[in-house]
């Protein structure tokens, strides 16, 4: 396969100096929490960004920092000398492990409740323009290759571009080329105070995707202007994130185009990006699922973008760029598009994290793998994630492992989770670890349930025990026993027959609305409807893709049901009473599905440690939890395996 587009050097800026990227990838801002409190670099955040440019990546933009001072939890500063000394030491590091290193700058405005384009005075604007300014100045004096101004997904830069936040008639606004005005004198303030040969970058939405923004035909009119005012290299997003105090003017549902779910095919926004580059002759670089090399080598050979943005891929797998180049494509670790990592940081405000890679954001942690006697025998009962992982990292240390699965495929319940309409791109990751645990060697035993006294019979040094979660059944609800009556997993693996024409859901979690989803497009079912507990529904599920699901719930026109708490199934109905009130309800069932949670799989284990084996739990058998945890937990148990 000839990935050699995506390998071929670019220089960009226009002065006497160019910076030369060594290839046509480029790993893009995100926010990583992992400043300390101050605002300031920490070695944990140097280690992050120095994995990623060892890992093969052109250039990496480092996340963003404010220029204006403000109170906030663990994110990067430059609105002050002190942050020069630790930011040379980060630029430096970068550079030693090959790639070149640019710093996006941006001001908060409207999402972090400062006041937004209406009512800042030209001299407030002036002011601001100097803040941006100094802070380039800063980031030139640090070492770093050159700037980026955050333009996008509504910072203060991007609430000016956009008509539903900028409604000014002065010479800030009144048409798209007037709005444009603060991000050109930007440019221009920047440029005076670096230089003409230190490269500036400009990340602008396509379009905001909220009603009265900014459309990719105003896009089109500022891209243009962006290019006059000295602009190096235009890079395109879209989107608004969210802005507390006033939703019309940012929610998750805008949130969704700037950080795409699973649900967005690949490389969703290129053909945005395509348009903006049409009409500049500067390079633009494109982002917005891109996770398979084909994707990311075609957008470059059909000339609609110039550079590859990659974001999220680069947190699930650092090496993305050297696998490619080593003609080991097949060994990427792709990002599945969960928003775990999106959750952590803006919802939990928690240091960055990956769902698909445990080492994310913990990159200063041991990883040395100690090697093990071949002698030693390893059990692993299970072959879900959590087991595919610990048999993976056993056998690389040279254990000779035994992976043993119940069912006739591996892969547990991430085989399930695949199924639900747009969660397809979660086999990836499933495909992934079927392909190292070939790679590894890993003896694969299916169609084999292994119990405790067959362990104890076979005498392993250790077993880790991995056999997963199963539906919890409710013990505690009577329901009738010629009611048509099946377990969420049943539903998805095709284990059941005719449902009737009234389809309830007991469990309103987000395997309880994917069940209904995936009912309703496989047109199993059109009257349906969900009853839970608690106020809301699927709200364990992270918010961009709760939000995207729950409206296509409303457009097919499932009854969601909260403050439902079940007494029984009975007489062709769910009845039960209001948590609130009291009062008694009933929907009427054809057929009732159990979606209420999973349990660990229970495997007996005292005996096991009486006669010496060593024993570790794992994933779902050892709490009920997600794929994160899953992935965490085996690679932990790989590694740290004591063979004494």
């Known amino acids: 396969m000839d990935f050699s587009p995506l390998f071929e050097p670019l220089a960009i800026g226009r002065g006497d100096r160019k910076i030369i990227l060594k290839n046509r990838m480029v790993m893009a801002p995100m926010i990583t929490r992992l400043a300390n409190g101050q605002g300031e670099v920490t070695p944990r955040m140097v280690d992050y960004y120095a994995e990623r440019a060892k890992g093969g990546i052109g250039a990496i933009i480092v996340e963003a920092m404010d220029i204006e001072e403000r109170a906030v939890f663990n994110l990067l500063g430059i609105y002050h000398d002190r942050f020069i000394n630790e930011l040379e030491n980060l630029a430096a590091t970068i550079k030693e492990k090959g790639a070149s290193v640019f710093a996006q700058i941006y001001h908060i405005g409207l999402r972090g409740g400062f006041p937004g384009p209406n009512v800042l005075t030209i001299a407030k604007i002036q002011q601001t323009l100097e803040l941006f300014s100094r802070a380039a100045e800063r980031v030139k004096k640090a070492g770093f290759d050159g700037v980026m101004i955050h333009g996008a997904h509504g910072y203060l830069v991007s609430s000016f571009l956009s008509p539903l936040t900028n409604q000014r008639e002065d010479q800030y606004g009144g048409n798209q080329e007037r709005r444009t005005r603060v991000a050109v004198e930007a440019v221009k303030a920047i440029r005076q105070a670096v230089g003409k040969d230190f490269p500036i970058i400009f990340r602008m939405n396509a379009t905001d995707f909220l009603p009265g923004g900014l459309t990719l035909e105003d896009a089109k ?6 290019e006059s005012a000295g602009v190096d290299v235009i890079s395109v997003g879209s989107g608004i994130g969210i802005v507390p105090h006033d939703p019309t003017l940012g929610n998750d549902q805008s949130s969704s ?9 690949r490389g969703w926004r290129v053909e945005m990006g395509a348009e903006i580059k049409n009409l500049v002759k500067i390079p633009v670089s494109i982002s917005g699922r891109i996770n398979d090399p084909l994707i990311a080598r075609d957008i470059l050979v059909q000339k609609k973008a110039d550079l590859i943005d990659l974001g999220r891929q680069m947190l699930a797998d650092p090496y993305f760029p050297r696998k490619i180049a080593e003609g080991k494509a ?4 792709r990002c599945i598009a969960c928003n775990y990592c999106h ?6 405000l928690k240091q960055i994290r990956c769902a698909v890679n445990p080492l994310a954001g913990r990159e200063s942690e041991p990883r040395e793998i100690r090697p093990a006697p071949a002698t030693h025998r390893v059990m692993v009962v299970g072959g879900g994630i959590a087991g595919l992982q610990a048999a993976i990292g056993l056998t690389k240390r040279g254990f000779r492992v035994s992976l043993f699965e119940k069912e006739a495929r591996l892969g547990g319940q991430l085989e399930l989770a695949a199924l639900p309409p747009g969660k397809g791109e979660i086999r990836s990751l499933l495909e992934f670890l079927i392909r190292q645990t070939e790679k590894a060697g890993v003896e694969v035993n299916l169609n084999s349930e292994v119990t405790p006294e067959l362990v104890l019979a076979e005498r392993p040094f250790a077993v880790i025990i991995a056999t997963g979660g199963r539906p919890i059944y409710p013990k505690s609800i009577p329901i009738e026993k010629n009611m048509n009556c099946f377990p969420a997993w049943d539903i998805l693996s095709g284990d059941t027959k005719s449902l009737g024409a009234k389809t309830v859901i007991l469990g309103g979690g987000f395997v309880a609305a994917e069940i209904a989803a995936f009912l309703w497009e496989k047109g199993m079912a059109k009257d349906l409807a969900i009853i839970e507990m608690r106020e809301e529904i699927a709200s364990d599920l992270e918010p961009i893709s709760r939000q995207n699901l729950l409206k296509k719930l409303q457009d097919y026109g499932v009854k969601m049901v909260p403050n439902f708490l079940i007494r029984q199934v009975a007489g062709g109905a769910v009845i ?9 309800k009933r929907i009427e069932a054809d057929t009732v599905i159990i979606a209420l949670g999973t349990e660990s799989v229970d495997f007996p284990a005292g005996d096991l440690k009486k006669a010496g084996i060593k024993v570790a739990f794992i994933g779902d058998a050892r709490e009920p939890r997600g794929i994160a945890e899953a992935m965490r937990e085996g690679y932990i148990a790989g590694l740290s395996l004591d063979p004494s």
Do not use: H, Q, S, W
Request: aromatic share 12%; with cysteine; glycine share 14%.
């Open 330 to 333: 097949e060994d990427i670790c």
């Open 576 to 584: 039960g009473e209001d948590v609130g009130n009291g009062r008694g």
């Open 343 to 348: 959750g952590k940081r803006f919802r939990a």
């Open 257 to 265: 185009y700037m950080v795409m779910p699973m649900y967005f095919p």
């Open 221 to 226: 009119v500022t891209a243009p202007l962006l």
